[in-house]
């Protein structure tokens, strides 16, 4: 965790769960959360990937900050997943605590209207639009169970840092292969006016196939645009390559330095 964090902890639980007081957002928030949704609206169907396309149609979503509530309630029904409000980032352990219960923890606070292009820290904004839909698919939803669980078992083999990078170059930053070529899922391209076609159609970033091993020795800045991005075949292969145990390749990868985020390996392969 960060020094200062931005969101009111003085009314978390144990497990840093809040009330999304619901009632206490104003219109201007509500008003924000439709803009920045508008604003994505029109950039998903040209480069977001298929399933969350799918499932945002669901939802009725966009006019105004959702009741996590009533969204947890069709969550649960359709892959046992539901939302549980924090206020802000929490510790690693309680994390992946909740992803390991199959629950997913939505920041309650909506940036400011001068952080409408770019922010660092996950609001409910990014929370919501870029993660949530996403836990509607099967797959997906089992692959970020298996995620919280290896992110336990993680903590007690000191290798948290290197399976971070997988979250980082997955959940929030992964593309994947379709028909219609390219497309993003992780949440921090989805939720972003700018990277999401950048990092699909942008000339400057690598984008090279899935490589479990690769990503865990990369390291990610978490203020600019990502200079290597990595490509998915689909879910099944997401969840399948990152089915083995993990303890030999911590043991393994611990003792070779870590990549720079722009590094570029002759045994890398560029997907695109
Ligand atoms: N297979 C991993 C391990 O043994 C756990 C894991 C599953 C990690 C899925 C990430 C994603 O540690
Ligand atoms: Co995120």
Redo the contacts with the bound molecule.
Sequence with gaps: MKAALRGDYSRAAKDYSVEQDWAAYTAAEHALFKRLFDRQAKLVPRYACAEWIEAIAGLDAGNEIPRFAAISKKLKAKTGWSIVAVPGLIPDDAFFTHLANRRFPVTVWLRKPEEFDYIVEPDVFHDFFGHVPLLFDGVYAD?LH??G??GL??MRLDAVKM?AR?YWYTIEFGLMRTPAGVRAYGAGLISSGGELAHCVVGSGPHRLDFDLERILRTDYQIDKYQTTYFVIESFDQLMRE??????PIYARLRTQPALAPDANLPTDRTAV
């Design positions: 692959h298996e995620y669980k290896g078992k993680a399976l997988l990152t089915a083995p145990d993990f303890t």
